[in-house]
């Protein structure tokens, strides 16, 4: 006899597969899921309100941090079986809910609905937050996840003008974070070639570079800028290379404006992100579309709504915010097997949109992008900032270099303090750029900092990841 869990697994995976459109071929030139792609946002969210009735009982009946939630609120499955029953009934689960699940339950937690039986089967691969919160979380996906996360990156990559004659060269380690393997899933789908380029030093992916001619990079932000200077010290000018798409992700970078405009100047070439987090994947979440930058306006980032539920939330108390207000975002993952999480907080703020874009699609939009992980706000002497804020104001001042540091300790006073350390030829001379970037930083996060001049090189090069904040404080004020 099938069980309740086997009955609601299969119940899910078929609403999964009635929702999928055009799985292993692009449907068009433009859009590979025309009719999802375009769909309204009424169409849209009719496909949410089906899927949810049909997560709910597999969540209930496959995991057990699911089931004592359930139970804990009070609420059966069926009492959630549309969009505006989750955002009514279902509170917001964060990363130290799930991190309290990992530690009483080891070595995986109860949050996911992988059993050691699906996973001995038919496991895809383990991928693990990088979460600051120092308890290791991880989550099994299957190839179930494999594929329905192949076909949305497809999707998005698409949207990002990724086609035929384009090499992608994927700079990273391939560590244990999901997102360049769900890039790579998805240009296997596309049958877009690409060059692996983990363990490597960056003079020899330049090298790759001017020698076999990819036409788009994957990497984080810093590592562009780092890239395209090592070019440079080669004798290559990057403009002139054969890349045209910068395709970056895992830190913030296409939201600062200068910031882009510096690393776009810089290679000639146009940067597109992938947003999402390892929780709701393997696949994206927010993706750029050929008019996420336009002159005048601000930078947008699609989100793809038929397969995930997105919102903002306030930032205090966790009620959902209307489109067009700042706050924290939210993802109930609609395209799983092994993590579909209800209402689980990502935490970066933002402001969605809603409207018809350039691009044809009805998908939300978030404007500005995303500026950072709640988690990564400086908090000084009670003001608020985020890392981001200072990068602006260091790039706005003419000739800084491209590495930067922020720096938080604890004067002889007892009092907290912040300087911030910049690289600058004019170095000898400091007085007139100290005055400009501390005048910068006031505008912007009404702070007074500290502000270091020093040569060009002295700040370490960010190989990967940039680590921008020291934080030397002898007590951190939450
Ligand atoms: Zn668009």
Known sequence: MISRADEA??????????FCENRDVSGSVKYWSPGLDTASQDEIRSIQNAKVAAVTPFLYENSAFYRRRFDRLGLAPTDIRNVDDLVAKWPVIDKSEMAQDALAH????TYTTMSEEVWTQRGW????SSGSTGVPRVFRYSHVDREMGAWANARALQAMDFCK????????GYGPHVWAWGVQYGLAKMQLPTIPGGGMDAKARAQIIDRFKPTILLLTPSYALHLGRVLENLGVDPRKSSVRTLFVGGEPGISVAATRERIQELWGARMVEFY???EASPHVGGFSCEASQQPGKEV???LLEDIQIWEVVDAENKKVLPDGQRGLTVCTNLNSEASPQLRF????YTVLDRTRCDCGRCHARAIGSFSGRADDLINLRGIKMFPIQIEQAVRAVPGAGDEFEIVLATNSDGLDIMTVRMEHADHSTPDGLIKAVAEEVRTRCEIRAGVEVLAP???PKTEFKAKRVRDQRSKVSS
């Open 9 to 18: 697994r299969a119940h899910w995976l078929n609403t999964l597969d009635n």
């Open 106 to 109: 080891p070595p995986y937690g």
């Open 125 to 128: 691969m383990m991928f693990s």
């Open 165 to 172: 004659g384009d090499t992608v060269f994927m700079i990273t």
């Open 276 to 278: 999402g987090c390892t």
């Open 300 to 302: 947008t980032t699609h």
């Open 345 to 348: 907080l990502v935490g970066d």
């Open 457 to 459: 090189g002295t700040l």
